[in-house]
């Protein structure tokens, strides 16, 4: 017999149910080696993809460490939020803690008339 089982809060699957895509600048890896597929193409579908997805507007683009970063050019700003933040790993966690991303960007959706984002 099927049936719907609640998703633990703590997973991923409660953000992406309420609209929210993880888009790592690069999206494959050598197991252990970090950036090992950078330059190989993948900048530039990731580039494509967040080119035409601000094109709708009422989105908010975390831009996370230096790596997505670079990609802010490609995103059209009008209409839309750009939060840019270190990256949250451990390697840079302090500089992200606190910086208000999670915050700024429900302000930002109720502010379109949009549903805040329920994070945890």
């Known amino acids: 017999?099927?049936?719907?089982?609640?998703?633990?809060?703590?997973?991923?699957?409660?953000?992406?149910a309420q609209g929210v895509l993880?888009?790592?600048?690069?999206?494959?890896v050598r197991e252990g080696e970090a950036n090992s597929h950078a330059g190989k193409g993948w900048e530039t579908f990731?580039?494509?993809?967040?080119?035409?997805?601000?094109?709708?507007?009422?989105l908010v683009f975390?831009?996370?460490?230096n790596n997505a970063r670079k990609l802010k050019d490609v995103i059209k700003a009008e209409g839309n939020l750009i939060l840019e933040s270190a990256h949250p790993s451990p390697l840079s966690a302090r500089k992200f803690f606190g910086c208000g991303?999670?915050?700024a960007c429900n302000e930002f959706l109720v502010s379109i008339g949009k549903s805040p984002i329920v994070w945890c």
């Open 62 to 65: 975390f831009l996370w460490g």
């Open 46 to 58: 990731t580039s494509g993809v967040l080119s035409k997805l601000s094109g709708r507007g009422g």
């Open 22 to 28: 993880l888009l790592n600048t690069v999206l494959t």
């Open 101 to 103: 991303h999670f915050k």
């Open 1 to 16: 017999m099927e049936y719907e089982r609640e998703i633990p809060k703590l997973e991923l699957r409660n953000w992406a």
